[in-house]
Structure formats: structure tokens, C-alpha cells
């Protein structure tokens, strides 16, 4: 969601990779799937952290689910999230979308268990964030 992706408060010490517009975005999508997994990969070469954005339908994105695989994999630390209360252009929000981290188990427990969630409104995200961030890669022993 751009309201997050350029508040200004993920500094480049945090932010390795530059944000896909949907041209790019559709251009790697044209090489199936395998070009979409690879290029996953190689957007989590020398990440510690994975935040991923929680909206209605992201429990339900096979990609999203296949980001927090492979970063669960390399160690990285997780973090999400919810992005339904923030307004878009028209002034309007949306309704909270299930937990993605309920996709994964570790043991008897749910990945959501042990990934911190944040409402990027009402837990004041632009503020904290960067907090959360340093959580996070605490938690993955990064």
C-alpha cells in the first residue's frame, strides 16, 4: 500500500530494495511462475526482516504465502501489518483480512503465534515502525 510503502520512515538503512510498480510488477508476472518464485528469492538475498501488509485478501495470495515460506526458511524475522484502516483516495477503508501467518504451523501452534501484528493506524505504524522492524529481527536473532 503506497500510504505505508512511502511515509518516509523506513530509512535506507532499512530498506534494501526499492518498491515494484504494477508495470514491473506485471512484466515479471509474464514469465509464470517459476520467474515470480525466483524473483521472490532474489528480492530476500540480504533481508533480515519480512513485513508484509495485511489487507482483505492477502491470506488468500499464494505469492504472499510463498514470501513468508522462503522467509521463515532463510530466518528472517516476520512482522505484519493491517493496512484495512487506512483510507484510499475516496476516504474509504476496508474490511480486516484474516492473519496469512495462520496459513503456516510450528508444532501444535499457528505462525501468527509467534509473528507480532500491528494495525498501522490505530498502533500509529508512521511512529513506530521502525520499532517494530528492530523487534522483529531481534525475535529472528538477526
Given amino acids: 500500500m ?3 510503502r512511502n511515509c518516509n520512515v523506513v ?9 515494484l510498480d504494477k508495470a514491473q510488477w506485471e512484466t ?3 514469465g509464470g ?3 515470480i518464485k525466483r524473483w521472490i528469492n532474489a528480492q530476500l538475498n540480504g533481508t533480515s526482516v519480512t513485513i508484509v501488509l495485511i489487507g482483505a485478501e492477502t491470506y488468500r ?3 504472499v504465502n510463498y514470501e513468508i515460506k522462503q522467509s521463515f526458511i532463510r530466518g528472517n524475522g516476520l512482522l505484519g501489518i ?3 484502516n487506512v483510507k ?4 474509504l477503508t476496508d474490511r480486516q483480512g484474516l492473519n496469512p501467518f495462520d496459513n503456516f504451523r510450528l508444532g501444535r501452534k499457528n505462525l501468527s503465534a509467534y509473528v507480532e501484528t500491528y494495525d498501522w493506524v490505530y498502533d500509529f505504524g508512521r511512529n513506530n515502525i521502525q520499532t517494530w522492524i528492530e523487534r522483529a529481527a531481534i525475535r529472528a536473532g538477526r
Fill in 2 to 4: 503506497a500510504q505505508v
Fill in 88 to 91: 484510499n483516495q475516496f476516504g
Fill in 61 to 63: 495470495r499464494p505469492y
Fill in 28 to 30: 515479471i508476472k509474464r
Fill in 33 to 35: 511462475d517459476a520467474a
Fill in 82 to 84: 493491517y493496512i484495512h
Fill in 11 to 19: 530509512t535506507k538503512s532499512y530498506q534494501k530494495n526499492e518498491f
